[in-house]
């Protein structure tokens, strides 16, 4: 009885959704100007980016100094939350890290007491040998000494006493985890010590080198 176009049934069939006749003159026009808009967008989207592509240099150069300023806010923001400083800074070998702890620890236990690190090496001592039973603290402290020392470089203040001495590193190599590869055929243990041998073809006397259980993935049997 009403002269239409069919757009849908409703689910049980007994309704049908019409488009009464004198509205199609009208959702065209809606549908041509919707169309018209989106043209028009697009062409003003050009016109500014044909007018900011002469100043694209300027645009790379000003990106990259807000981001400059946003690592700095960021690092000014993460030292304020997990109380760091600046420890002093030795270009000999002297190692001494008093009260550090690791960040993560320090911003995912906030309601709990973080136990601080404490470690020496004096400049005639280069390597130290970190023993004791399972769950007691091993791995966690190499990788907070080795985070502690990257994020210097990368210019974060630390958590930990004023009265601590880092050495800047010119490379950090880490050989934690384990890394057994069934598609090249490498055990658990042969892994580890192609990555030991790569470490040592690789380090120097300005590097830093931290390995977890050197004997690990043997067989004692």
Sequence with gaps: KIPGYIQDYSGTGQTVFIEP??????????????????????????????????ELENIHH?????????????????????NA?????????????????????LLSHRERTVQPLDLHLSAEEQVLVISGPNAGGKSVTMKSVGLLCCMLVHGYLLPCSE??????????????????????????????LS???????????????????LCGGTDVE
């Design 21 to 54: 006749a004198e509205t199609l003159e009208t959702s065209n026009r809606i549908q041509d100007l919707e169309i018209s808009e989106r043209r028009e967008v697009e062409r003003i989207l050009q016109e500014v980016s044909a007018a900011l592509r002469g």
């Design 163 to 192: 009265s601590s001495c880092i050495p800047l590193f010119n490379n950090i190599f880490i050989e934690i985890g384990d890394d057994q590869s069934i598609e090249h055929d490498l055990s658990t243990f042969s892994s580890h």
């Design 85 to 105: 400083v600046l420890p002093t800074v030795t270009e000999g070998n002297e190692w001494r890290l008093r009260k550090a702890d690791h960040p993560w620890l």
């Design 195 to 213: 990555a030991i041998r790569s470490i040592l073809e690789r380090a120097g006397t300005r590097d830093l080198v931290l390995i977890d259980e």
């Design 62 to 82: 000003n990106q990259q100094l807000m981001a400059e300023f946003d690592a700095l806010y960021a690092r000014a923001r993460f030292a304020v939350e997990t």
